[in-house]
């Protein structure tokens, strides 16, 4: 049973947007702090931002004042607009869904159990 599903990713030049998009039953939405984690071949899993069930988001450095995480209530969606994009960004972006608590006390991936397929994300310089 498929409970998160990541569209979105693509090819752009370095500089360039996306907007990664994750579907979510009612449940979840609702209940769950919100993801997004990317990872390259070779390295560890990393967060990228979240977002908890009042809004409250927190970010990575290294996105922070390019990537923006924000839901959508009435569509149980939850999108990373992804702007001035840099090579170094490019890796297979996952969103994922944990308890409340996931949210709090840093973008760790231990504490979300439910995972999406992950979408491709290729910047080149």
């Known amino acids: 049973q498929v409970q998160l599903v990541e569209s979105g990713g693509g090819s752009v030049q370095a500089g360039g947007s996306l907007r990664l998009s994750c579907a979510t039953s009612e449940y979840i939405y609702s209940a769950y702090c919100i993801g997004w984690f990317r990872q390259v071949p070779g390295k560890e899993r990393e967060g990228v931002a979240t977002?908890?069930?009042?809004?409250?988001?927190s970010y990575a450095d290294s996105v922070k004042g390019r990537f923006t995480i924000s839901r959508d209530t009435a569509k149980n969606m939850v999108y990373l607009q992804m702007n001035n994009l840099k090579p170094e960004d490019t890796a297979t972006y996952f969103c994922?869904?944990?308890?409340?608590?996931?949210?709090?006390?840093?973008?760790?991936?231990?504490?979300?159990?439910?995972w999406g397929q992950g979408t491709q994300v290729t910047v080149s310089s």
């Open positions: 994922a869904a944990g308890p409340g608590s996931a949210c709090v006390g840093g973008l760790r991936v231990a504490p979300f159990n439910l």
């Open positions: 977002i908890d069930r009042d809004g409250t988001t």
